[in-house]
């Protein structure tokens, strides 16, 4: 039987070509001004809205900008749980997602009254979420923490204190590798990163052996066990910039090569194929376009909203973890 050649990669390096906002991109920013609205934007968004965007971050970047700004109207380019944590953390704002069925398959694997259940029958569990669950789950915890910090946050909880953690059980694997401390991990996983697969990095790397490899955390293990650097979003960027290499290979969603080839135009970044695919597109993250984000703006609409009983006990383990990981 005939076997079928996998797709050549995607290497992504920066254009020199001047970028010419079209007129949807004109009036999104004529629209942001004359509503006193702030564009929050995560890496894996789409170039179009990365380039009208007013910040382009990770989940802590994301929530800390939102827990401080001074605009009336939060317009967030992210999934679901991202933007109820902006609404959490500033609650008398207006908070806007272009698609409302933007979600997350991590988030989607802990739901909140299985949560609930497990912590009746285990009462003495001290649990930490990964940001990239429901606000309910949120609520359900002691602490939150995101790709970027959760070292950081584990490394502050008692000692003498069981931990669950919360969804994801890889980045929670990779933690306890990284802090020498037990855990319990909830059985959950971001659809995308499993994708990348040892073999497929590895013919990656027979076309690219010098180039470092980097790493999302939700990754598997045998996939981080290769990587040079395994990091949050944010912390992709920082290292490509202070690292020597003007290759790399990055094991993470597509978007983030439009925010790596802006801000580091020297340097040429191979997407991570998977079995199957030479790309990586979280379903999810690129719901939201720029017609929807348009309409968003014109609009006011979709908003998020939350009860207030909701909002106050989800915010005890979020400002817990940006009090944690000042
Ligand atoms: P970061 O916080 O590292 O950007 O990760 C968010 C995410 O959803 C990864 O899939
Ligand atoms: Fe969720 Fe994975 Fe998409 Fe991140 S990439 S938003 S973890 S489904």
């Avoid at 066990?225 to 290292?239: F, G, I, L, Q």
Wanted: with cysteine; aromatic share 6%; glycine share 4%.
């Amino acid at each position: 039987m005939a076997t079928t050649a996998p797709p050549p990669l995607q290497v992504y390096s920066h254009s020199q070509e001047r970028i010419n906002l079209s007129d949807q991109q004109e009036e999104i920013l004529r629209l942001k001004r004359d509503k006193n609205a702030v564009l929050l934007c995560h890496n894996y968004q789409v170039d179009p809205i990365q380039q009208v965007a007013d910040y382009v971050g990770d989940s802590l970047g994301l929530a800390r900008q939102a827990a401080e700004t001074d605009a009336e109207i939060i317009v967030f380019c992210g999934v679901h749980f991202m933007a109820e944590t902006a609404k959490i953390l500033n609650p008398s704002k207006t908070v806007l997602l272009p698609d409302l069925d933007a979600g997350c398959s991590l988030s989607d694997s802990c739901p909140a009254d299985q949560l609930a259940k497990y912590r009746e029958e285990n009462p003495d569990l001290y649990v930490v979420a990964y940001v990239n669950c429901s606000a309910a789950v949120k609520g359900l915890s002691d602490v939150i923490c995101t790709s970027g910090n959760a070292v950081n946050i584990v490394n502050q909880i008692p000692a003498d204190r069981e931990i669950l953690f919360v969804p994801d059980q890889n980045l929670g694997q990779w933690v306890i590798g990284q802090t020498g401390r037990k855990m319990r991990l909830w059985p959950g996983s971001c659809y995308a990163h499993v994708l990348f697969t040892k073999e497929s990095i590895e013919r990656c790397r027979l076309e690219y052996p010098e180039a470092p490899v980097v790493a999302h955390p939700e990754c598997i293990q045998s996939v981080r066990d290769m990587a040079d650097e395994v990091c949050s979003t944010e912390k992709m960027v920082s290292y490509c910039q202070s690292h020597s290499s003007d290759t790399f290979i990055i094991l993470t969603e597509s978007g983030m090569m439009h925010r790596l080839t802006r801000e580091l135009p020297d340097k040429q970044f191979v997407a991570g194929p998977t079995g199957h695919c030479a790309c990586n597109d979280c379903r999810y993250m690129k719901m939201n376009t720029l017609p929807k984000l348009l309409n968003c703006l014109q609009d006011g609409t979709p908003e998020i909203t939350l009860t207030d009983e909701l909002i106050k006990q989800a915010k005890l383990p979020i400002e817990r973890m940006l009090d944690w990981s000042a």
